[in-house]
């Protein structure tokens, strides 16, 4: 649509509508369409929420969590085990695992993994916290929740060396077979992972 | 996640992004923390351009368009052909026209189709200024623009048989083989249709 049809207020608010993961520039339009047309349900209700979200998200300076208190609602728990530190490279990672229930512990979230291709280094990383914070007298495990791709891999590899002379465990998330898959549809890598990490039945 | 995560305002900003077509709860998620991490240059921007629509939009009182301008964009352009109407059932209908470069004329966007069994009838429709619109001395052919479906037939039978007296010509979209689409994949009434109404090649 050229912005001649609809007014340029109406096409900037489709272009950026476009800009959001999930949406291209034919949905952005329904999704422009269908905000005007609930106005008052759906419109003035998620401009308010943006506005209060805007006005009130912060980084969690222990964790690097986004959240709206600082310390997160995580670092505050009283009731999380403040022994077990669970690095991730993403604060979706960090929710994902949240999701399912799967940490009782603290986090750690660098926000990007390195990626000597990208020029992604160290230094990109909020990785000096996490050697201070893997010091600490109670922390017994660190548990690097990184994807098993190159370049989680390789972050996961820079961070054991780093935490080398650290009193403590550093473990990584187990291969295998996901809950409900099919064994048909699995690669070869994870099959002969699950294999050598087999566990009693 | 639960609210107890990252804290209610973000939930809430989940919830409502959600409610947009083509976002489902994670895809609102994930919508939601790219939004947030691109607070500058997409959250922001967002915001202003929606609490701006809020402001701007308005229904067009001639045609029954969405725009920033009353009468709309496309009924002050001095370049239409006044003498045509096409009639859609929805402003996302106009915006698909619009994008063909389908239309020189003008427009009528009903807002809904005939559904008796939904209980939408002539009275739930922008129809009563197609009425006088169509008989205006200017205007020699109403376009009926309305989905192949049960509902929007219906609609354009009402819409004919309205404007039964009028001096105009009602025509309707024609029916055949999409640009690119193959045969074999076609369904019989539209290959009957196609069929039938064959053009000089």
């Given at each position: 649509m050229?912005s001649?049809?609809?007014?340029p207020e109406i096409e900037r608010l489709i272009q950026l509508l476009a800009r959001l993961?999930?949406l291209?520039p034919?949905?952005a339009r329904?999704?422009a369409?269908?905000?005007?047309?609930?106005?008052?349900?759906?419109?003035?209700?998620?401009?308010?929420?943006?506005?209060?979200?805007?006005?009130?998200?912060?980084?969690?300076?222990?964790?690097?969590?986004?959240?709206?208190?600082?310390?997160?609602?995580?670092?505050?728990?009283?009731?999380?085990?403040?022994?077990?530190?669970?690095?991730?490279?993403?604060?979706?990672?960090?929710?994902?695992?949240?999701?399912?229930?799967?940490?009782?512990?603290?986090?750690?979230?660098?926000?990007?993994?390195?990626?000597?291709?990208?020029?992604?280094?160290?230094?990109?990383?909020?990785?000096?916290?996490?050697?201070?914070?893997?010091?600490?007298?109670?922390?017994?495990?660190?548990?690097?929740?990184?994807?098993?791709?190159?370049?989680?891999?390789?972050?996961?590899?820079?961070?054991?060396?780093?935490?080398?002379?650290?009193?403590?465990?550093?473990?990584?998330?187990?291969?295998?077979?996901?809950?409900?898959?099919?064994?048909?549809?699995?690669?070869?890598?994870?099959?002969?992972?699950?294999?050598?990490?087999?566990?009693?039945?």
């Amino acid at each position: 649509m050229s912005s001649a049809i609809a007014g340029p207020e109406i096409e900037r608010l489709i272009q950026l509508l476009a800009r959001l993961p999930g949406l291209g520039p034919r949905s952005a339009r329904r999704a422009a369409l269908h905000l005007i047309k609930k106005r008052e349900t759906l419109m003035e209700p998620l401009t308010t929420a943006l506005q209060t979200a805007i006005a009130r998200i912060t980084v969690c300076e222990v964790c690097g969590n986004i959240d709206t208190q600082n310390p997160c609602t995580v670092c505050s728990d009283p009731r999380r085990d403040r022994s077990l530190i669970v690095v991730v490279a993403d604060v979706a990672d960090l929710w994902a695992l949240e999701r399912a229930h799967a940490v009782n512990g603290l986090y750690h979230v660098l926000g990007a993994t390195l990626s000597p291709l990208d020029g992604i280094g160290p230094q990109d990383l909020n990785i000096d916290t996490l050697a201070a914070r893997a010091r600490a007298p109670d922390v017994k495990e660190v548990v690097l929740a990184l994807n098993a791709t190159v370049d989680g891999q390789t972050t996961a590899h820079y961070i054991t060396d780093m935490l080398g002379d650290a009193d403590v465990r550093v473990t990584g998330l187990a291969h295998g077979v996901p809950v409900g898959g099919e064994l048909d549809y699995l690669d070869e890598g994870t099959l002969s992972a699950a294999m050598r990490q087999r566990t009693p039945f």
